[in-house]
């Protein structure tokens, strides 16, 4: 392992590296019972289908950038993506669930295309600096919004959108079983730190495993907590994999291609359209969120290399070749991880950290409900502290110059408030663009830079 992944090349041990990997996937798992849930409100799949789907699209993912890019990262079904698929795709547009699969499969195939001919990169490197410099805290705050999320503690509010959950046990409105995940959360969070100050190695995974005991243990002053634990544990794991193959794999190919049932209320016409402004969205939200946290990743470890993503170019190629393999299993868009970072912070450096993360995806598929035991209160833990640790590149933007702090700003801002990373980049680069016409510096905006900013403005002007 040393040998075939440079482990001793890149300062690390393969004991760090395979810690990492579990910490990595520790803080990423909760996408197979979301992503699943998510899929199975079409109706048209089930739990347990996507769950296969789910899975084995980020063994296959995390499996390539480890094996070709040798990088420590890992790839599943993208939060925020998925999302657009089942809810604005199917949902709202009319598509059936094989025809949005398509759509990711064209997503894919273009971006192969774009990473073999270096386009990808270019692209890349027309973002201002400004805001690739503070693209690691805007992930970082986007995370922990997520863990905070994951953990109930942040929660939806009708007046301010969000707002704090409560504890008051006097109310009558919360029970002790409402509480008592948030605390775990909080006091998991505040292990990690501590262990972190003490030097400990695997702080994270450790403040993981800290909060799922603490949670278990706790467990017993509630009544009804282990109700069914026993029947979650006794299952047949290959009936899911019966489900996955006649519900999901392939249905690309078998029945993606065919619109007819679009058509049957909807015109030739509306159909382009949907194609079209769906492809620009999926293409733009999956490129730049890539992009970002391939960035943020490995800024986090200090793995950049005169600025630029170490193997930058076959990363790029692993995560297009995953959104196609993903496709193919019948899941929406597989991307990289911004929990990738949580390894990347435990002392993950090359492939096999990366590696480690997709063999338990793969075991995974086989022990779905003992994974489901590690509680989300644990991992989102872990979640809000990568999110602090992330928040130090702060320093590298001088805030006194408004031309570099308002575009660095608001990346960070819209990534953590629109819920997704693509959305900050696209508006600090406009808003970096409209500067530097307004103070007559346009020239020195490059031309790739306007290409993004309008490819950027048409999938928001036709797809929101």
Same mark, same amino acid.
């Given at each position: 392992?040393?040998?075939?992944f440079k482990?001793?090349?890149?300062?690390?041990?393969?004991?760090?590296?395979?810690?990492?990997?579990?910490?990595t996937?520790?803080?990423?798992?909760?996408?197979?019972f979301?992503?699943?849930?998510?899929f199975?409100?079409?109706?048209?799949?089930?739990?347990?289908?996507?769950?296969i789907?789910?899975?084995?699209?980020?063994?296959?993912?995390?499996?390539?950038?480890?094996?070709i890019?040798?990088?420590?990262?890992g790839?599943?079904s993208g939060?925020?993506l998925?999302?657009?698929? @089942?809810?604005t795709?199917?949902?709202?547009?009319?598509?059936?669930?094989?025809?949005?699969?398509v759509?990711v499969l064209?997503?894919?195939v273009?971006?192969?295309?774009?990473? @073999?001919?270096?386009?990808?990169a270019?692209l890349?490197?027309?973002?201002?600096?400004c805001?690739r410099k503070?693209?690691?805290?805007?992930?970082?705050?986007?995370?922990?919004?997520?863990?905070?999320?994951?953990?109930?503690?942040?929660?939806?509010?009708?007046?301010t959108?969000?707002?704090?959950?409560?504890?008051?046990?006097?109310?009558?409105?919360?029970?002790?079983?409402?509480?008592?995940?948030k605390?775990?959360?909080?006091?998991?969070?505040?292990?990690?730190?501590?262990?972190?100050?003490?030097? @400990?190695?695997?702080? @994270?995974f450790?403040?993981?495993?800290?909060?799922?005991?603490l949670?278990?243990v706790?467990?017993?002053?509630?009544?009804?907590?282990?109700?069914?634990?026993?029947?979650?544990?006794?299952?047949?794991?290959?009936?899911a994999?019966?489900?996955w193959?006649?519900?999901?794999?392939?249905? %690309?190919?078998?029945?993606g291609?065919?619109?007819?049932?679009?058509?049957?209320?909807?015109s030739?016409?509306?159909l382009?359209?949907?194609?079209?402004?769906?492809?620009?969205a999926?293409?733009?939200?999956?490129?730049?969120?890539?992009?970002?946290t391939?960035?943020g990743?490995?800024?986090?470890?200090g793995?950049?290399?005169?600025?630029?993503?170490?193997?930058?170019?076959?990363?790029?190629?692993?995560?297009?070749?995953?959104?196609?393999?993903?496709?193919?299993?019948?899941t929406?868009?597989v991307t990289t991880y911004?929990?990738?970072a949580t390894?990347?912070?435990?002392?993950?450096?090359t492939?096999?950290?990366?590696?480690?993360?997709?063999a338990?995806?793969?075991?995974?598929?086989?022990?779905?409900?003992?994974?489901?035991l590690?509680?989300?209160?644990?991992?989102?833990?872990?979640? %809000?502290?990568v999110g602090?640790?992330m928040?130090?590149?702060?320093?590298?933007?001088d805030w006194?110059?408004v031309?570099?702090?308002?575009?660095?700003?608001l990346t960070?801002?819209?990534?953590?408030?629109?819920?997704?990373?693509?959305?900050?980049?696209?508006?600090?680069?406009?808003?970096?663009?409209?500067?530097?016409?307004?103070?007559?510096?346009?020239?020195e905006?490059?031309a790739f830079?306007?290409?993004?900013?309008?490819?950027?403005?048409?999938?928001f002007?036709?797809?929101?």
């Amino acid at each position: 392992m040393d040998k075939f992944f440079k482990v001793s090349e890149h300062g690390s041990t393969v004991r760090t590296e395979v810690l990492a990997g579990i910490t990595t996937f520790m803080a990423m798992s909760y996408i197979l019972f979301v992503n699943a849930g998510m899929f199975a409100e079409l109706g048209t799949v089930s739990y347990s289908a996507m769950y296969i789907a789910t899975a084995l699209s980020a063994v296959i993912g995390t499996f390539l950038i480890a094996f070709i890019a040798n990088l420590p990262l890992g790839l599943a079904s993208g939060m925020g993506l998925n999302a657009f698929f @089942v809810y604005t795709v199917c949902f709202t547009f009319g598509l059936s669930y094989a025809n949005a699969l398509v759509l990711v499969l064209f997503d894919g195939v273009l971006f192969t295309l774009l990473t @073999v001919t270096g386009v990808r990169a270019k692209l890349f490197s027309a973002i201002p600096d400004c805001v690739r410099k503070i693209i690691p805290a805007g992930i970082g705050l986007f995370i922990a919004f997520i863990g905070l999320q994951n953990a109930g503690i942040v929660v939806n509010n009708q007046s301010t959108c969000v707002s704090l959950a409560s504890f008051n046990l006097l109310s009558g409105a919360v029970t002790w079983g409402d509480i008592m995940p948030k605390l775990v959360t909080i006091a998991a969070i505040i292990i990690i730190a501590v262990l972190s100050v003490k030097k @400990v190695r695997g702080s @994270v995974f450790w403040g993981i495993l800290s909060g799922t005991v603490l949670y278990y243990v706790l467990g017993f002053t509630i009544s009804g907590f282990y109700t069914g634990f026993a029947s979650k544990l006794s299952f047949n794991p290959f009936s899911a994999f019966g489900d996955w193959a006649s519900e999901a794999f392939l249905k %690309v190919f078998t029945e993606g291609f065919n619109f007819s049932g679009y058509l049957a209320s909807h015109s030739t016409a509306e159909l382009v359209l949907v194609i079209l402004t769906t492809a620009l969205a999926f293409c733009m939200v999956d490129m730049f969120d890539t992009l970002g946290t391939l960035y943020g990743a490995c800024s986090r470890g200090g793995m950049l290399i005169n600025g630029e993503v170490p193997n930058f170019e076959k990363a790029m190629l692993s995560d297009a070749l995953a959104t196609c393999a993903g496709a193919v299993c019948g899941t929406s868009t597989v991307t990289t991880y911004v929990e990738s970072a949580t390894g990347v912070g435990e002392g993950g450096r090359t492939g096999l950290t990366a590696f480690t993360t997709g063999a338990l995806f793969f075991i995974a598929m086989f022990l779905s409900p003992v994974a489901a035991l590690i509680p989300g209160c644990a991992t989102a833990a872990a979640l %809000v502290y990568v999110g602090v640790l992330m928040m130090g590149c702060v320093t590298e933007i001088d805030w006194k110059d408004v031309s570099v702090s308002v575009p660095a700003f608001l990346t960070v801002a819209f990534m953590a408030f629109t819920y997704n990373i693509s959305y900050g980049i696209a508006f600090g680069l406009i808003s970096y663009i409209f500067i530097k016409i307004g103070t007559g510096k346009v020239k020195e905006v490059k031309a790739f830079t306007w290409l993004i900013a309008v490819l950027f403005a048409l999938m928001f002007f036709l797809t929101h």
